[in-house]
């Protein structure tokens, strides 16, 4: 699986990089109790920070604002998926659990304010890039909704978009079936590649610690 950045996307932003991780032969369930513990704790931990600091404080919420902006993005009308995420814990309106791919991945959006997607790869075909949508990009979101993606960053294979920062396409979604999975995790532009780098391993090793199989990660930009 190639996985690139096209020009239009490279002259709009940047720094633009992504880290993306394939992981195979994973099994998928309900989420152990140590992470339901882990996620519930975080939000009430956040829930309390939030009463005393405003969401621009956090930098990747902050950061993934003026990229949304940068790419012809209303972020007051459309929310980045981590800043959704912080406004919903900033109502008490917690997460519950749904299953182990998806319960870590928002604990890693949670935790580092950033956007996070999670596919399961044997529903995506040929090689994958990041650009930006136009009014012909449009699929069913996990929201419920058609989703139309002009001027929204994607993620696209040879079908069409499946993925972009602000939600995610029914299509490639995760269940308790998937046994292989691509995850993406959407960076802030200004992060060091090292910082990039430690932040990826996290993500990787944790996943694996819970879903078991392998894993191969890599920085796009």
């Known amino acids: 699986m190639e996985i690139t950045i096209d020009s239009v996307l490279s002259e709009k932003i940047p720094g633009f990089k992504a880290g993306c991780i394939v992981y195979k032969n994973i099994t998928v369930s309900t989420s152990p109790q140590m992470i339901k513990g882990r996620l519930h704790m975080y939000q009430e931990s956040l829930y309390f920070d939030l009463l005393e600091k405003d969401l621009t404080s956090f930098e990747g919420i902050k950061e993934w604002r003026q990229v949304f902006k940068k790419t012809g993005t209303d972020p007051s009308r459309y929310r980045h998926s981590a800043e959704a995420l912080y406004r919903r814990v900033k109502k008490q ?11 870590l991945n928002n604990f890693f959006s949670l935790q580092y304010a950033i956007p996070f997607g999670i596919y399961d790869a044997d529903q995506l075909s040929g090689n994958i890039e990041f650009t930006i949508g136009n009014e012909t990009d449009v699929y069913t979101g996990l929201n419920g909704r058609e989703n139309v993606l002009n001027k929204m960053i994607v993620a696209k294979d040879q079908e069409g978009p499946f993925g972009t920062p602000f939600v995610d396409s029914e299509r490639s979604k995760v269940t308790d079936k998937t046994v292989n999975a691509l995850h993406i995790i959407y960076l802030r532009p200004s992060i060091q590649t090292e910082e990039a780098y430690k932040l990826i391993d996290a993500v990787r090793n944790m996943f694996t610690q819970v879903h078991g199989g392998e894993a191969e990660s890599r920085i796009i930009s």
């Open 93 to 103: 309106n917690f997460l519950v659990p749904i299953h182990s791919a998806i319960d």
